[in-house]
């Protein structure tokens, strides 16, 4: 319906004008935040009072922003509609995958993800169509945070960044890495590029409906719960599940 994709392309247009004004609030947090940082608190979050002041930020955009545009985009786009779109966006994740399992030493892996890119958009009708799932080609979903954790680089403090959420030192240099090579990012027209990425931040959104109303039902202190699984799961992730005293958390 015309009316419904603009109705969500102005929503989209919004949470961008939203989001530019929130940075500068965002900003002004962390500088407070950070003037009152007392070192007290786990070991793993030594910035636990400028982390909480983020996270705080964070969970108020999403109450406000983010998780109403989701839940309007799940509503107004069909099913099929969503797993095409989502299955756009894994399949040019699949680009980053094949580089950090080849960067691990990984050959079979590495193989496995090319083919699926290769399959997916060749055969998949550029990726819409998750074919090569249905082939028995397995997923090995990778990042350049994991592939450093893998070469022994220290995890560094846990940080809650802005508008991306929970990471630590060493994921945040992986997610700037990957962002600086992302094929969305390199699109030429901007207007097409920043509505791409809008809707890869949505549909990531819709996503998480149910598990972000099954963490707010579970969690009496959310952040310390949302910090511990994420520390926790990166861990199981790097080790590949070899340590037995890790939870293993989904993302």
Same mark, same amino acid.
Request: aromatic share 8%; hydrophobic share 45%; proline share 5%.
């Given at each position: 319906?015309?009316?419904?994709?603009?109705?969500?392309?102005?929503?989209?247009?919004?949470?961008?004008?939203?989001?530019?004004?929130?940075?500068?609030?965002?900003?002004?947090?962390?500088?407070?935040?950070?003037?009152?940082?007392?070192?007290?608190?786990?070991?793993?979050?030594?910035?636990?009072?400028?982390?909480?002041?983020?996270?705080?930020?964070?969970?108020?955009?999403?109450?406000?922003?983010?998780?109403?545009?989701?839940?309007?985009?799940?509503?107004?786009? #069909?099913?099929? %509609? /969503?797993?095409? +779109? $989502?299955? @756009?966006?894994?399949?040019?994740?699949?680009?980053?995958?094949?580089?950090? &399992?080849?960067?691990?030493?990984?050959?079979?892996?590495?193989?496995?993800?090319?083919?699926?890119?290769?399959?997916?958009?060749?055969?998949?009708?550029?990726?819409?169509?998750?074919?090569?799932?249905?082939?028995?080609?397995?997923?090995?979903?990778?990042?350049?945070?994991?592939?450093?954790?893998?070469?022994?680089?220290?995890?560094?403090?846990?940080?809650?960044?802005?508008?991306?959420? #929970?990471?630590? %030192? /060493?994921?945040? +240099? $992986?997610? @700037?890495?990957?962002?600086?090579?992302?094929?969305?990012?390199?699109?030429? &027209?901007?207007?097409?590029?920043?509505?791409?990425?809008?809707?890869?931040?949505?549909?990531?959104?819709?996503?998480?409906?149910?598990?972000?109303?099954?963490?707010?039902?579970?969690?009496?202190?959310?952040?310390?719960?949302?910090?511990?699984?994420?520390?926790?799961?990166?861990?199981?992730?790097?080790?590949?599940?070899?340590?037995?005293?890790?939870?293993?958390?989904?993302?």
């Amino acid at each position: 319906d015309l009316f419904d994709v603009r109705f969500f392309m102005l929503a989209l247009r919004l949470m961008a004008v939203y989001i530019c004004r929130a940075i500068v609030v965002a900003g002004l947090s962390v500088y407070l935040a950070g003037c009152a940082t007392t070192g007290q608190g786990v070991a793993a979050d030594p910035l636990e009072p400028m982390n909480r002041a983020i996270f705080q930020f964070n969970d108020n955009l999403d109450r406000i922003v983010l998780k109403p545009v989701a839940q309007g985009y799940r509503a107004v786009l #069909p099913d099929v %509609v /969503r797993e095409a +779109v $989502g299955n @756009v966006f894994s399949n040019i994740g699949e680009v980053f995958n094949v580089a950090n &399992n080849l960067l691990q030493g990984k050959p079979v892996e590495t193989i496995e993800s090319f083919m699926r890119f290769a399959i997916n958009t060749v055969f998949g009708l550029g990726g819409t169509i998750d074919i090569a799932s249905k082939t028995g080609l397995t997923a090995h979903k990778q990042d350049f945070g994991r592939t450093l954790g893998v070469w022994h680089i220290p995890a560094g403090p846990y940080l809650v960044l802005p508008l991306l959420g #929970p990471s630590s %030192v /060493r994921d945040t +240099v $992986g997610s @700037v890495v990957q962002f600086t090579v992302d094929p969305v990012g390199h699109l030429a &027209n901007v207007p097409t590029r920043n509505t791409v990425q809008g809707v890869r931040v949505v549909d990531g959104r819709a996503s998480l409906l149910d598990t972000g109303n099954l963490l707010e039902q579970a969690a009496i202190d959310k952040y310390s719960f949302v910090r511990d699984a994420y520390l926790q799961r990166r861990r199981y992730l790097i080790d590949e599940g070899r340590s037995d005293n890790l939870d293993p958390y989904e993302d």
